[in-house]
């Protein structure tokens, strides 16, 4: 994957510093392991005028691990004392190679260290490098893609076997748990975020955090969860009923938030609008009376992190591309009742090739468990 990252890093080198004066200093730990690779804690990755890159980490691997300024392929990693921010030996590298500028990540920096890096090279002109990486980051090749695609697998195992266990009388926190081992007994090298799994009047609340609340008997029970596999994570949300058949309000309920989830998904093509798609959803539930309880947005992109560019909301701006993989996520809750919330990860894809692909399959039929 060496040659991969160095033809990254080379893309961005010609879009942010086309005549190659300016170097690039890459702080926020996504933007460095998408052009490194990897992203050790405290680390910077410069992105040198000249074509010479390094990345630069206080983080001193165990015996055995990278030797100090090892090689990684085409790019050389410098190990710092714990007392050097990476960041600022990465400008002060760059003014010491003869940079005209240094373009760096100021939404990720505090205003404090951004003044600790003008000051390490008072000489040198500081720049904002914008989300140039971001953006470079949005459509994935098919590398990256098949990563989320095993993402995906791990956690639709992961909850099968959850659905196939004895839930009533466990607690949500519980419940939580059980599912990020199984991510990790399936190979994630960890939950892709904080799993959340909400039953009775919790179910169908974005966000939930697992409390001690127990499973009872007729819940609505939702649950959330995504696998991180080398860096890229997924995200599924499903809906179920425990230990009986579910009532009216639940069959109608589900149905509307299915109808929604799956307008939205067919609605996904190149060219797009971002809010044309949230449209397709929030409209069939406004007209539902559930406008209100839909959150901000229907989806958001996925990748090296969850809530990546693209938003799929009424406000977001843009049209969406091809490989570019994205959440489907509507959800209602009805306080003091609980509520539905289905979500997919899928990439976008042209009709002729079949239309936008599903990575998360477990079943959507509303089951009772």
Same mark, same amino acid.
């Given at each position: 994957?060496?040659?991969?990252?160095?033809?990254?890093?080379?893309?961005?080198?010609?879009?942010?510093?086309?005549?190659?004066?300016?170097?690039?200093?890459?702080?926020?730990?996504?933007?460095?392991?998408?052009?490194?690779?990897?992203?050790?804690?405290?680390?910077?990755?410069?992105?040198?005028?000249?074509?010479?890159?390094?990345?630069?980490?206080?983080?001193?691997?165990?015996?055995?691990?990278?030797?100090?300024?090892?090689?990684?392929?085409?790019?050389?990693?410098?190990?710092?004392?714990?007392?050097?921010?990476? /960041?600022?030996?990465?400008?002060?590298?760059?003014?010491?190679?003869?940079? $005209?500028?240094?373009?760096?990540?100021?939404?990720?920096?505090?205003?404090?260290?951004?003044?600790?890096?003008?000051?390490?090279?008072?000489?040198?002109?500081?720049?904002?490098?914008?989300?140039?990486?971001?953006?470079?980051?949005?459509?994935?090749?098919?590398?990256?893609?098949?990563?989320?695609?095993? !993402?995906?697998?791990?956690?639709?195992? !992961?909850?099968?076997?959850?659905?196939?266990?004895?839930?009533?009388?466990?607690?949500?926190?519980?419940?939580?748990?059980?599912?990020?081992? =199984?991510?990790?007994?399936?190979?994630?090298?960890?939950?892709?975020?904080?799993?959340?799994?909400?039953?009775?009047?919790?179910?169908?609340?974005?966000?939930?955090?697992?409390?001690?609340?127990?499973?009872?008997?007729?819940?609505?029970?939702?649950? &959330?969860?995504?696998?991180?596999?080398?860096?890229? =994570?997924?995200?599924?949300?499903?809906?179920?009923?425990?230990?009986?058949?579910? /009532?009216?309000?639940?069959?109608?309920?589900?149905?509307?938030?299915?109808?929604?989830? &799956? $307008?939205?998904?067919?609605?996904?093509?190149?060219?797009?609008?971002?809010?044309?798609?949230?449209?397709?959803?929030?409209?069939?539930?406004?007209?539902?009376?559930?406008?209100? !309880?839909?959150?901000?947005?229907?989806?958001?992109?996925?990748?090296?992190?969850?809530?990546?560019?693209?938003?799929?909301?009424?406000?977001?701006?843009?049209?969406?591309?091809?490989?570019?993989?994205?959440?489907?996520?509507?959800?209602?809750?009805?306080?003091? &009742?609980?509520?539905?919330?289905?979500?997919?990860?899928?990439?976008?894809?042209?009709?002729?090739?079949?239309?936008?692909?599903?990575?998360?399959?477990?079943?959507?039929?509303?089951?009772?468990?």
């Amino acid at each position: 994957m060496s040659d991969v990252h160095a033809a990254r890093r080379a893309r961005l080198r010609a879009r942010c510093s086309p005549a190659g004066s300016t170097a690039l200093v890459i702080t926020r730990p996504a933007n460095v392991r998408y052009l490194a690779g990897q992203a050790p804690p405290d680390s910077a990755l410069l992105v040198g005028h000249t074509g010479e890159d390094l990345l630069l980490s206080r983080w001193h691997p165990a015996p055995g691990g990278a030797p100090p300024d090892g090689e990684e392929g085409a790019l050389r990693t410098v190990l710092l004392d714990g007392d050097t921010d990476p /960041a600022v030996a990465a400008v002060s590298r760059a003014a010491a190679a003869g940079a $005209a500028a240094a373009a760096v990540e100021e939404h990720h920096l505090t205003v404090a260290r951004h003044r600790a890096l003008a000051a390490a090279a008072p000489d040198l002109p500081l720049t904002d490098l914008g989300r140039a990486v971001e953006e470079q980051r949005l459509v994935k090749d098919e590398d990256e893609i098949a990563t989320l695609r095993a !993402a995906a697998e791990i956690t639709d195992r !992961a909850l099968g076997e959850l659905l196939e266990s004895i839930l009533v009388g466990r607690t949500e926190r519980h419940l939580a748990l059980e599912l990020e081992r =199984r991510l990790i007994d399936h190979g994630a090298d960890g939950p892709a975020f904080p799993t959340s799994v909400a039953t009775g009047s919790h179910s169908g609340l974005a966000g939930h955090r697992p409390t001690d609340r127990r499973v009872e008997e007729g819940d609505f029970l939702t649950v &959330r969860l995504g696998a991180r596999f080398r860096g890229y =994570r997924c995200q599924i949300g499903r809906t179920f009923v425990v230990g009986t058949s579910p /009532a009216d309000w639940q069959i109608e309920l589900y149905d509307l938030v299915f109808a929604a989830q &799956r $307008a939205a998904r067919e609605a996904l093509r190149p060219g797009a609008e971002c809010r044309e798609v949230d449209a397709a959803a929030r409209d069939l539930l406004a007209a539902a009376g559930h406008g209100a !309880a839909l959150g901000p947005v229907t989806g958001r992109g996925v990748g090296l992190e969850i809530g990546e560019d693209p938003r799929l909301s009424p406000a977001a701006m843009g049209r969406l591309n091809a490989c570019v993989p994205v959440t489907v996520e509507p959800g209602v809750h009805l306080p003091g &009742r609980g509520g539905v919330r289905i979500d997919d990860t899928l990439v976008v894809r042209p009709p002729a090739d079949g239309g936008p692909e599903l990575l998360t399959i477990t079943t959507k039929e509303l089951l009772a468990l």
